[in-house]
Each structure stands twice: as structure tokens, then as C-alpha cells.
């Protein structure tokens, strides 16, 4: 059944945007919020709402109408999936930034999952019913390369790689301001959050996670960086960087309330290298990528020259 929530605004309220007003009232997440602002779930006097930046005014009725969740789908979906590498034990995939890895309330259907059951002929369950093939995940709006496990024997040996750090992952970046060094060592832990579930944060009692950078190019009032992970905690990456000052460009969740640059999309991350041991030859694979071409227009658009 659908849950349907009323709110008054009060004059202490008024200028508020509408997306944040609702988000600060419910525990739904800010994307979700304004998700359901676009599929005019949220009437503001009666009226759907045109946009999430609506301003509120004193003496407004806010109605928000949260449709019932549909459970996680689990069949193959038809979903354009470029699979860079694949044989009887694995697969190497790009997934675009934008897609959710494995189903999840939320996001039911739609994802890398469904996608590469449609795709793929076999997939390992050692990962869980939920998330057939998956040996590690990347965020929704970090595009670039996947591994896959097709049969369990293939899962646990790149699953023990990845655990023993042998398993070579390299990001390419744009950070927001300029490096006093051109590379560098994060090494903090990384934990949730203690006041926003949503969240990770470097904090005491935390996993141990490092984070090794590098500049590639500097940029007007950014950075071109590579950042190679000996960990894999997550959001580690996006993490790190805002901690030592230099947030991912784009990212809404750990970058400035106020950007330098209105970048749509998420933030400007991607998985750019993928290397190991091959599960049954022991022969060394590597896998390269480039960046699609929201973050390439980007890297054009801020450089010096």
C-alpha cells in the first residue's frame, strides 16, 4: 500500500526547497526524494510540483504519495551491456555510470544484475542469491570495469586476490583545487557514518583502508588524478579525497554543499584498470578503459590550455 505524508509549512520554513524540506522530514534519501518529485508524487497545494528546487512559502500544503515497493527482480533483463573480456570462468564488463550494480529496495530492477544474467550464460553463487557473478561492486554513478565470476571455483579465487591485495584497481578522478604534492598515501579507516547511516566516514575502530594517489594533469581549479586502491572499503576512494580536501568533483554526497562546477550526473570517478590472476590458467590479465564521454567533456572543458 502506498504510504501517503502531509506537511504544513510554517513562516520559520518558508524559502525552503521542496527536495530538502521533504528529505529533512522523512528518511528517505535526497535522490529518492527528488525521484519522486519527477514521477509527480509530491503536490505542494494540491498541484503537482514542477521541480525539486521549488521555494516553499509560508501556509503551503506539502502532500508526498510514497508508491508501495515492489520486491528486487532477479530475471535477465535486455540491457545494453559491454562486455570487454569473457571465457568459461569470468567476464570483464563496463558498466555506465548511472546503474546500480545488484537489485535493492529502491532500485528493483534495472541493474548490472539483470543485465548480465540476460548476457551471460552462467554465473557463481557464492556472492549471495541477490548478487549472482559479482566478486566486488562499484557506486551507481562511478562508470568503468567489472569483474565477473561465472562459476564458484573462479568467485573464490578472485575473491581471495582481492583480499590479499594482488588484485591491481586504478581510478581516474577529477578532485576539486589543485595538489601541494604530486602524489600521495590516504591511510584512514573507514567506517558508517555515526549519525547518517547513509554515509561512510573515516573514524576510530573502523576497516583499514589506503588509498594511493597521483596527479595526472592539473586543471582550472581541479585535479586529473590517478588513485590506486590496496583496499576496497566502500565509497573508499570518495572518502579519502574529501578528507584530505580534494572531494571528487560532482559527487553530492562528500563534496561542498555549493560546487565550483554544475556537474549533472554524480561525480566524475572511474574504473579505468582492472588487473589479476586468471582463476584457472594463472596467467596474468590486465584491462584498461577510458572514462565515458560526460567525464572526458569535463576534463576538456577545465583544462589550462
Known amino acids: 500500500m502506498a504510504e501517503n505524508l502531509y506537511w504544513h509549512v510554517e513562516p520559520g520554513e518558508a524559502g525552503e526547497r521542496l527536495d530538502a524540506y521533504i528529505t529533512a522530514r522523512t528518511e528517505l534519501t535526497r535522490s529518492r526524494v527528488g525521484n519522486l518529485i519527477g514521477e509527480g508524487q509530491a503536490l505542494v497545494n494540491g498541484a503537482a510540483a514542477s521541480k525539486a528546487g521549488l521555494r516553499l512559502r509560508a501556509g503551503d500544503e506539502v502532500h508526498l504519495e510514497i508508491p508501495e515497493a515492489r520486491e528486487p527482480s532477479l530475471d535477465a533483463q535486455d540491457i545494453d551491456l559491454r562486455i570487454v573480456y569473457e571465457d568459461d570462468d569470468l567476464a570483464v564488463v563496463y558498466k555506465p555510470s548511472g546503474m546500480v550494480v545488484h537489485p535493492a529496495a529502491g532500485n528493483p530492477d534495472g541493474t548490472l544484475v539483470n543485465a548480465l544474467l540476460f548476457h551471460l550464460d552462467n554465473l557463481s553463487g557464492v556472492g549471495g542469491e541477490k548478487r549472482p557473478g559479482l566478486v566486488h561492486r562499484i557506486d551507481k554513478d562511478t562508470s568503468g570495469l567489472l569483474l ?85 572499503r566502500t565509497h573508499q576512494i570518495r572518502v579519502h579525497m574529501a578528507s584530505i580536501g580534494h572531494p571528487v568533483l560532482g559527487d553530492p554526497v562528500y563534496g561542498p554543499k555549493k560546487s565550483p562546477y554544475p556537474v549533472a550526473g554524480g561525480q566524475l570517478l572511474h574504473a579505468a584498470v582492472i588487473g589479476f590472476d586468471h582463476p584457472a590458467t594463472g596467467k596474468r590479465m590486465r584491462f584498461e578503459a577510458q572514462p565515458e564521454p560526460r567525464f572526458l567533456a569535463w576534463l576538456k572543458r577545465l583544462e589550462l590550455r
Open 148 to 232: 565477473v565470476a561465472k562459476n564458484d571455483r573462479a568467485h573464490v579465487s578472485l575473491a581471495e586476490q582481492i583480499k590479499e591485495h594482488s588484485v591491481e584497481r586504478a581510478y581516474l578522478a577529477i578532485c576539486i583545487d589543485r595538489f601541494r604534492e604530486p602524489l600521495g598515501v590516504v591511510d584512514a579507516p573507514i567506517g558508517r557514518h555515526p549519525s547518517d547511516r547513509k554515509k561512510m566516514a573515516i573514524r576510530e575502530g573502523g576497516r583499514r583502508a589506503v588509498t594511493h594517489w597521483r596527479v595526472l594533469e592539473e586543471l582550472r581549479g581541479c585535479s586529473y588524478i590517478e588513485a590506486r586502491l590496496e583496499t576496497g
